[in-house]
């Protein structure tokens, strides 16, 4: 059983108090709360646990409390006790999800038979939701794009919002913060899911060559084309084009494109018959496109035809309480294709990468923990001042206090009575000093691993 852990809810101190002893001493990591709104806290999507609640509380009761729980995540068992008189209620709460009740008074080995079986329940679905991870199974939104800052989640968001259409979508985003993994993920959980993605870089694309290649020829269409030949948009058929870096595309070409998108036809070079076209275009551009246009390097029109489903890609810099998360994601991911262990990595190593300045993004970080995973390189020898030169000492102190934290949060899977051992705090100065910097466990821990204790 890889998790044991148990948010027991219950407004009678002392009853909430005897149940935490007795299950503490069954071998469950126990946190009790006095209402519903404390677990709302402490369950995040990927809570690793059962929830137990008694039925009748004031303000949020054990209905309205699993309500809100599967709002988060609907495969959080959570378990409710409840008097003799209260049964039918509880067969209810069955039926909306509950996945198990049991009566008051209770034996305490009864419960905690009920709750090791929630809780293997629970690992078994988090166990599948790594593998789909792993595998890159569709649908596995979060497991691709991880990270709790509000630009991580606005931009799962947008992208499962844009998913259910089939509207094409322009991609922003800097160099290496992986444009091409939202591409990838947006054609994986839309319709076209099983059909072709076909990417091109439209920046490497020979300009004397680039309609041939988009659009396809017939024999004899221009010296050496001795054979028709499909273009990339018609092996596309019925999937996802995307267009790498589409800001590189030649005008005269820029013009085309404009055509297919309005027309969904296409015309082979040395062909006058129109093609129909059946696929999706995602457009990715590590500039504004707007700043193209208005230097006249870009199509206006074209630019209005794309800017409609927009997906804004943050970089790193923009998201620092999402490094420690994200390393240790991509640590595991390339261990599991190396067949290689996870590597053992100290808080102050992972709280140094929140620190760090990280021009490459994503395929910088992941670079790294590759070589990492493959004993290339070592936390030891990894250094930097987090682009910190030149600022006040205090702005200093409290940046390295901020991410030595998030990466002890991260490391620890958000349980918080390892991180303040950890560091060598008091509970309170470790609460305290994360209301200070505005640090949320929930944003730093990774779903699937948030067993906070």
């Given at each position: 059983m890889t998790g044991s852990r148990v948010l027991l809810v219950d407004d009678d101190a002392?009853?909430?108090?005897?149940?935490?002893?007795?299950?503490d001493l069954a071998g469950f990591a126990v946190e009790a709360l006095a209402s519903g709104e404390e677990a709302l806290t402490l369950a995040g999507p990927g809570f690793a646990g059962a929830v137990v609640s008694d039925i009748r509380m004031p303000g949020m009761d054990g209905m309205t409390l699993l309500g809100r729980l599967h709002e988060i995540d609907p495969d959080i068992p959570v378990i409710l006790f409840t008097g003799h008189a209260e049964v039918p209620l509880a067969v209810e709460a069955i039926r909306s999800g509950a996945y198990d009740f049991i009566e008051k008074p209770f034996v305490v080995h009864d419960l905690a038979t009920v709750i090791r079986r929630a809780i293997d329940h629970r690992d078994l679905i988090l166990d599948n939701r790594r593998?789909?991870?792993?595998?890159?199974?569709?649908?596995?939104?979060e497991a691709r794009l991880p990270g709790r800052t509000e630009a991580m989640v606005d931009l799962r968001y947008r992208l499962r919002a844009i998913g259910a259409s089939d509207a094409d979508a322009l991609i922003?985003?800097?160099?290496?913060?992986?444009?091409e993994v939202v591409a990838r993920t947006l054609h994986d959980i839309s319709a076209r899911a099983g059909r072709p993605f076909v990417a091109i870089n439209c920046a490497a694309l020979p300009e004397a060559l680039i309609e041939s290649e988009l659009f396809g020829h017939e024999a004899g269409a221009f010296p050496g084309a001795l054979r028709p030949r499909f273009g990339k948009f018609e092996h596309a058929r019925g999937g996802t084009?995307?267009?790498?870096?589409?800001g590189s595309m030649p005008p005269d070409t820029q013009a085309k494109l404009l055509r297919v998108l309005q027309e969904r036809v296409i015309t082979r070079l040395g062909a006058n018959d129109p093609v129909p076209l059946d696929v999706r275009f995602v457009a990715t551009s590590k500039v504004d496109l707007s700043t193209l246009v208005a230097r006249g390097q870009f199509r206006e029109d074209l630019f209005w035809r794309l800017n409609v489903a927009v997906l804004r890609v943050p970089p790193l810099s923009a998201r620092r309480e999402d490094i420690p998360l994200l390393f240790l994601h991509l640590i595991r991911e390339s261990a599991a294709r190396h067949k290689r262990p996870e590597r053992e990595l100290p808080s102050a190593f992972l709280s140094g990468l929140a620190a760090r300045d990280w021009p490459g993004n994503v395929r910088e970080l992941r670079n790294l923990a590759e070589r990492m995973v493959l004993g290339l390189d070592d936390p030891g020898r990894i250094a930097g001042?987090?682009?910190?030169?030149?600022a006040r000492l205090p702005d200093r102190v409290g940046q390295f206090e901020r991410s030595l934290i998030a990466g002890a949060i991260g490391l620890h899977k958000g349980r918080l009575r390892a991180v303040y051992e950890d560091l060598g705090i008091s509970r309170k100065t470790l609460y305290e000093k994360m209301q200070k910097y505005g640090l949320d466990r929930r944003l730093i821990v990774e779903p699937g691993d948030d067993d906070a204790g």
């Open positions: 002392q009853m909430r108090r005897s149940t935490a002893q007795a299950l593998l789909r991870a792993v595998a890159g199974k569709r649908d596995d939104v922003i985003g800097p160099t290496g913060a992986g444009k084009v995307l267009l790498d870096e589409i001042d987090g682009g910190l030169a030149g």
